[in-house]
């Protein structure tokens, strides 16, 4: 077994204190990896039962942050982010009992390979290691990341933005609870427990510890990790989501699907930020649409053709097309047909997730095939962008990037695999 050093004493104190946090993740992850479902399972339900429980107690930390952030001048849409009440609290210790609910990945046998020479090979599923976190004010992140890593194997080391500190700290109280709960190193899931920034430019150099970083923000958090890491990440780049209207859409999915698709929530990744719609159709379905955003109060950013369709529209810019408003504001553009659409979003998009609303199977296909996302989606609402939706109970983040994981980061992403090769005195010639 590899002994890792201790922190030295003449370290600087936060270099010091970051250090520790590392060697205990890593000895929890010794235990963690070979942890019996049952036991992990336990500590997830234990988890859960203390989200309940706690319930008040969350709440009035949330309300800490919540009055710091007012103060500080956090937008509608961060403030969102950032608010917690009693059904959000439901909402985690639910997904906690969902991931309870799925098949455990550590040990899955992903292929077996019988060679002539009588060896038997398999590759099998492991865990990546330490995991290390880094996101902004959403506390639910905290509860999510926490669950995630511990059922497929994995520690995790967060690092909350300062904005959602207090809340932060009570949920992962309840997760080390569960972990005590079912005999398992609390250590598995640890919060660096300072707001000064130069924490995350340690948790980047901290190669010797943390095997990959996930950063879930803002671009200039992106941008960060991925000039000063060391360590290898899951980027999650910012979400400008494009809906795409063709000209064979149906008007009334149209309406529905895209309010929905802005609206539900403006302050997600998931969230549509650019609409495009086919010039030749635009005078039947986009008056509609318009209005319909408009009622919602929705400020509508458009180009000379939407501009001409309502008053209310206000003169687009070349930067809409690449702004991530998380707001409720959204950028309209016609387009000459699904190619030119396509090249729109490869172009000003993020790679994130992006959707066409249409009845041509052809323009369906094309589009599917050849926009450069993570998440591409036919007739439905980007607001589906999410590891929960998709059925695994929760998600770390989504990856934009192409190595390893793509989309929701979930519990199939979060293990890696090993080769376990089995013979019978083989030599080789």
């Known amino acids: 077994m590899t002994v890792l050093p201790m922190p030295s004493a003449h370290l600087h104190p936060l ?70 009440d009693e059904a959000r609290i439901e909402a985690m210790a639910k997904g906690l009992e969902a991931i309870v609910a799925l098949e455990d990945p550590v040990g899955v046998i992903l292929k077996d390979i019988a060679r002539p020479n009588g060896l038997n090979i398999s590759r099998v599923a492991v865990p990546l290691g330490v995991v290390g976190v880094i996101y902004e004010a959403r506390p639910n992140v905290t509860v999510d990341a926490g669950a995630l890593c511990l059922k497929s194997g994995n520690a995790v080391i967060l690092r909350g933005g300062s904005e959602s500190i207090h809340s932060s700290r009570a949920l992962v109280d309840c997760m080390q609870r569960g972990l005590r709960e079912a005999g398992l190193p609390e250590a598995a899931i640890q919060m660096v427990p300072t707001p000064d920034r130069e924490a995350v430019g340690i948790l980047l150099r901290m190669n010797e510890y943390v095997d990959v970083i996930v950063p879930r923000g803002g671009k200039s958090l992106t941008a960060r990790v991925q000039n000063e890491s060391r360590i290898p990440t899951f980027l999650h780049l910012d979400g400008n989501c494009h809906s795409y209207v063709h000209a064979s859409a149906k008007p009334d999915l149209v309406c529905e699907v895209i309010v929905n698709a802005k609206m539900r929530r403006t302050g997600i990744c998931g969230a549509t930020e650019s609409i495009l719609v086919d010039a030749s159709a635009a005078m039947t379905l986009l008056p509609p649409l318009l209005e319909a955003l408009l009622k919602k109060g929705c400020e509508i950013r458009g180009d000379v053709a939407t501009q001409s369709l309502n008053a209310a529209v206000k003169p687009a810019t070349d930067e809409d097309w690449g702004t991530e408003y998380l707001d409720s504001i959204v950028s309209v553009k016609t387009v000459g047909g699904v190619e030119e659409a396509i090249a729109h979003i490869n172009q000003y998009g993020s790679h994130h997730t992006d959707a066409i609303l249409a009845e041509d199977a052809k323009a369906v296909d094309k589009f599917l095939r050849e926009v450069d996302s993570a998440i591409v989606m036919h007739n439905t609402s980007t607001q589906f962008a999410d590891g929960g939706e998709f059925g695994m109970g929760a998600e770390i983040g989504i990856a934009t990037g192409r190595l390893h994981a793509r989309g929701p980061v979930g519990l199939e992403q979060l293990v890696t695999y090993k080769y376990k090769v089995y013979g019978d005195g083989q030599v080789r010639p």
Do not use: H, W
Request: hydrophobic share 50%.
């Open 15 to 84: 270099q010091a204190q970051m250090d520790q946090l590392g060697v205990a993740a890593k000895d929890a992850y010794r235990v963690l990896a070979s942890a019996p479902t049952v036991k992990k399972n336990a500590a997830l339900l234990a988890a859960a039962t203390a989200l309940r429980t706690d319930a008040r107690v969350i709440l009035l930390a949330n309300a800490k942050d919540m009055e710091a952030g007012e103060q500080k001048g956090l937008t509608k849409a961060q403030l969102d982010r950032l608010m917690l």
